[in-house]
C-alpha cells in the first residue's frame, strides 16, 4: 500500500514562509549564522510589509533573498495556513523579546535603532546583563536608505562591531533594503529586523496584553493609543492586503 505524498504548498505572494515557531526561530537565531553568507535577513511579514512587497520592487527583493520568513501578522499568518503552510506566527516582538531575556554571553549584538534615549535603554540593558562590552549600538539619520553614504556609515559601523545578531529597529522597508544591499559588506551574523520590537523588548512602548494578543487584536491596541496616525494607515493597508490576495489567488503575485 503506498501512501499519497502531498505537494509542497505553492508560495504565498511570491514567498515560502517558514514552519519554525517562535522557540525554534529563537533557537535558530541564537546559533552561529551561515559561514560566509554575510548578514543572514530574517523578516517578520505582516499586514503592512505586503502591500510594500507588491509596491516595491527592492523590499520585494529583500524577501526574495531571506533566509528565515516568519509570519507576524495574523491575517498573513492565517492566509499561509489556508493555502497549505505549515506556518507558526511569530511576532518580531516576541521574538525580540525572547532573544533579550536570556542573551547569550558569547554573542555580539548590535541595534540599530531611531533615537538616543532607545540607545540609551539598549545600553542599560546590556549593562543589567553584564554584556555591555558585546553591545552597541549605531542611530542612523532619518530616512537613511536613501543616502549612499549613511548607508556606507552603517555598514562600516556594522563591520567594526562584527556583531553574532544585528537587530534592526528602524522600521521598514528601509532596514530590509539595507541588509539585502550591503549583506557581503557585513560580517556573518543574523540581521532581525523587528521596528518597534526593539523598543516593546525594552519598554518603552507598551506591547499588547496577553488577551489582546490572544485573540490577534494587537493591531486595534495600538490603533487605540495612535488613532491619528494609524487610522487611515491601517483602513488603507487592510484594503490594499485584500487587494494582493485576491491577486495572489489569481496567480498574479509580483
Given amino acids: ?86 506556518a507558526h506566527r511569530v511576532t518580531g516582538s516576541g521574538l525580540i523579546a525572547r532573544l533579550m531575556h536570556a542573551p547569550d554571553p558569547a554573542a555580539r549584538l548590535l541595534f540599530v535603532v531611531d533615537r538616543p534615549e532607545t540607545a540609551r535603554a539598549v545600553e542599560t540593558w546590556a549593562h543589567t546583563h553584564g554584556i555591555a562590552d558585546q553591545v552597541a549600538t549605531s542611530i542612523p539619520p532619518l530616512g537613511f536608505i536613501t543616502q549612499p553614504s549613511a548607508c556606507e556609515h552603517l555598514a562600516s559601523a556594522i563591520a567594526r562591531h562584527r556583531p553574532t545578531l544585528l537587530v534592526m529597529g528602524v522600521g521598514a522597508p528601509q532596514s530590509e533594503i539595507f541588509i539585502d544591499r550591503y549583506h557581503n559588506a557585513l560580517p556573518d551574523c543574523w540581521a532581525l529586523c523587528v521596528g518597534q520590537g526593539v523598543k516593546m523588548a525594552l519598554g518603552l512602548v507598551r506591547r499588547a496584553p496577553p488577551v489582546v494578543q490572544t485573540l490577534h487584536a494587537e493591531w ?24 494582493a490576495i485576491v491577486a495572489d489567488l489569481r496567480g498574479r503575485s509580483p
Fill in 1 to 86: 500500500m503506498s501512501l499519497a505524498v502531498q505537494p509542497p504548498a505553492r508560495p504565498i505572494f511570491g514567498f515560502v514562509p517558514s514552519a519554525l515557531d517562535e522557540a525554534a526561530a529563537a533557537a535558530r537565531i541564537a546559533a552561529p549564522s551561515p559561514i560566509g553568507a554575510g548578514a543572514s535577513l530574517v523578516v517578520t511579514p505582516n499586514l503592512d510589509h505586503i502591500v510594500q512587497y507588491r509596491r516595491n520592487p527592492a523590499f520585494r527583493a529583500a524577501y526574495r533573498r531571506a533566509a528565515i520568513i516568519l509570519c507576524d501578522g495574523f491575517p498573513v499568518h492565517y492566509y499561509a495556513r489556508l493555502r497549505g503552510h505549515p
Fill in 220 to 243: 486595534l491596541w495600538r490603533l487605540i493609543q495612535e488613532p491619528r496616525r494609524l487610522a487611515g494607515r491601517y483602513g488603507l493597508g487592510a484594503f490594499r492586503f485584500a487587494g
